[in-house]
């Protein structure tokens, strides 16, 4: 696995320590078998261990016990992709607005207990076709959608319900242009 791909594991493990005095933001409960499938990364909050990616995408698939098989993908900068698997279940038994993430590598190993992270889903269409993610200290956001390409429009929706979830979105990293090798 690459190195940072590790550290994207890490990272987000260690995003559900940090405490925060802001109200959390609104959550939405999704249809889990409606979310199931590819979404591709629009835009996101810069972080460590993304700092590579050009283009990142998530693979969901719901697994017998409920949990769900989680695969991220990243294209680098430098043209290779980068990928880590885990497994995501809900924080609270039957709700499915709130999620632990946690990715296979050595520091979950170690430490389990620790090494899970928030993965919050702020708003989801009716469709399934855009989402918001992120997690309750609004350090992390990610703009999400079915197309690796979304109309102006709907990139202004999704970043007005960021801010209505009292996210900051000046600083947002956005898709790199090409969409053709998110494919591969």
């Not at 697994?63 to 995501?88: F, K, M, P, Y």
Request: glycine share 6%; aromatic share 10%; charged share 25%.
């Amino acid at each position: 696995m690459h190195r940072s791909m590790i550290w994207l594991a890490c990272l987000v493990a260690l995003s559900g320590c940090a405490g925060s005095t802001q109200q959390p933001p609104q959550t939405v409960q999704v249809d889990l078998k409606r979310y199931m499938g590819t979404w591709y990364e629009l835009a996101r909050k810069p972080m460590f261990f993304q700092r590579q990616c050009t283009q990142s995408e998530a693979h969901y698939r719901l697994q017998d016990d409920a949990s769900i098989a989680v695969t991220n993908r990243c294209l680098t900068s430098d043209g290779d992709w980068d990928q880590a698997t885990g497994r995501a279940e809900a924080q609270v038994p039957g709700r499915t607005d709130k999620l632990w993430v946690r990715f296979d590598n050595t520091f979950t190993k170690l430490f389990p207990e620790i090494a899970k992270g928030d993965y919050w889903v702020l708003y989801v269409d009716d469709d399934y076709q855009t989402a918001l993610v992120g997690n309750p200290d609004r350090e992390y956001l990610w703009l999400l959608s079915r197309q690796p390409v979304v109309p102006d429009t709907t990139r202004q929706k999704l970043l007005g319900l960021a801010h209505a979830r009292g996210y900051q979105t000046d600083d947002l990293i956005w898709r790199a242009a090409d969409s053709s090798s998110a494919t591969q």
